[in-house]
T-cell receptor, first 114, second 113 residues
Framework: KAGVTQTPRYLIKTRGQQVTLSCSPI?????VSWYQQTPGQGLQFLFE???????NKGNFPGRFSGRQFSNSRSEMNVSTLELGDSALYLC?????????????FGEGSRLTVL | AQSVTQLDSQVPVFEEAPVELRCNYS??????LFWYVQYPNQGLQLLLK??????LVESINGFEAEFNKSQTSFHLRKPSVHISDTAEYFC???????????FGSGTQLTVLP
């Protein structure tokens, strides 16, 4: 079956702009998480959604937001972009809330802020 | 709070040699432990996981990791590496049933011919 799909794969924005990234989880997966990966800070948890509700949030400013739709697809939005927001944004899906097993990651959306 | 320390940022090793990638964690509660691998320009793939039971866990491609509660470690080993094992490896922990992973800083394994 198809894996986690993230779009776009690459994008370039300028400071002050906003960006929306999209994630389609594996069919049947209802939990979607987002992570930011940078050379300096490594992999950091952004937030997790299940059944259209945010279940968990990492330590990021309010400029970072997300949502999940009824078909489990998720979007994350970053407003008023800063240079430090340049990163690989990874989406991961899993089967359901009580699952303690594997997260399935997409290939990521690489954001460059100029 | 929980944290993960990967002691080596870069590990070069010759093909067919053994390798150990070290991972230590700190947590005041029981945790679940994972190793993920990231190949260039790709997302992360689960390599193996420890949830409970046997402290030695194995992956399908020859890697193994041993959970050592007294030393709070979860080191990854492979007795004979291949060129194709070149990748970045991340150790991660999660508390209970939450899927908020805390990752280590990663270890770049480079297998040399």
């Amino acid at each position: 079956k198809a894996g986690v799909t993230q779009t776009p794969r690459y994008l370039i924005k300028t400071r002050g702009q906003q960006v929306t990234l999209s994630c389609s989880p594996i069919s049947g997966h209802r939990s979607v998480s987002w992570y930011q990966q940078t050379p300096g800070q490594g992999l950091q948890f952004l937030f997790e959604y299940f059944s259209e509700t945010q279940r968990n949030k990492g330590n990021f400013p309010g400029r970072f937001s997300g949502r999940q739709f009824s078909n489990s697809r998720s979007e994350m939005n970053v407003s008023t972009l800063e240079l430090g927001d340049s990163a690989l944004y990874l989406c991961a899906s899993s089967l359901h809330l009580s699952d303690t097993g594997e997260l399935f990651f997409g290939e990521g959306s690489r954001l460059t802020v100029l | 709070a929980q944290s993960v320390t990967q002691l080596d940022s870069q590990v070069p090793v010759f093909e067919e040699a053994p390798v150990e990638l070290r991972c230590n964690y700190s947590s005041s509660v029981s945790v679940y432990l994972f190793w993920y691998v990231q190949y260039p320009n790709q997302g992360l793939q689960l390599l193996l996981k420890y949830l409970s039971g046997s402290t030695l866990v194995e992956s399908i491609n020859g890697f193994e990791a041993e959970f050592n509660k007294s030393q709070t470690s979860f080191h990854l080993r492979k007795p004979s590496v291949h060129i194709s094992d070149t990748a970045e490896y991340f150790c991660a922990v999660t508390k209970g049933s939450a899927r908020q992973l805390t990752f280590g800083s990663g270890t770049q394994l480079t297998v040399l011919p």
